[in-house]
């Protein structure tokens, strides 16, 4: 299995997350950054702009996913993903934003250091 999508930040991690290879058709925002971190990562092809999208490049984007070794690192990099608690650590970040208090729950809620360096670690950033 192997996805094409427009490159938001959710449709990307789900699709990594479930370990599809995956092409990016970005066309705004936020999108060519997450194209070329999933191209880095050699879980698909660079991205295609929607503006450069044709049949050709549709079919070579398609090659390339079925690529035994291209689904190896997405199976990898969704392994690297399944230890990550992401709704964790959006929660104490939240938390951290407002003086006094602690919350009851924000030391379970906290991730790990080794977390943090995780998720940096899966996208190409230290």
């Not at 290879?21 to 991205?47: K, L, N, Y």
């Not at 199976?75 to 939240?94: I, K, S």
């Not at 934003?97 to 998720?119: L, M, N, R, W, Y």
């Amino acid at each position: 299995m192997a996805v094409v999508h427009h490159g938001g930040a959710g449709t990307t991690a789900a699709g990594l997350k479930a370990a599809c290879p995956t092409t990016i058709v970005p066309f705004f925002g936020d999108q060519p950054f997450w194209g070329e971190r999933v191209h880095s990562r050699g879980v698909g092809p660079a991205p295609i702009p929607v503006e450069e999208f044709s049949l050709e490049k549709l079919v070579a984007a398609i090659k390339f996913m079925l690529d035994p070794e291209v689904k190896r690192r997405a199976v990898e990099l969704a392994e690297a993903m399944a230890g990550e608690d992401g709704v964790a650590g959006a929660v104490n970040a939240f938390y951290k934003q407002f003086p006094g208090k602690k919350s009851k729950d924000e030391s379970k809620a906290a991730p790990t250091p080794s977390g943090v360096f995780s998720i940096r670690r899966c996208f190409g950033r230290t």
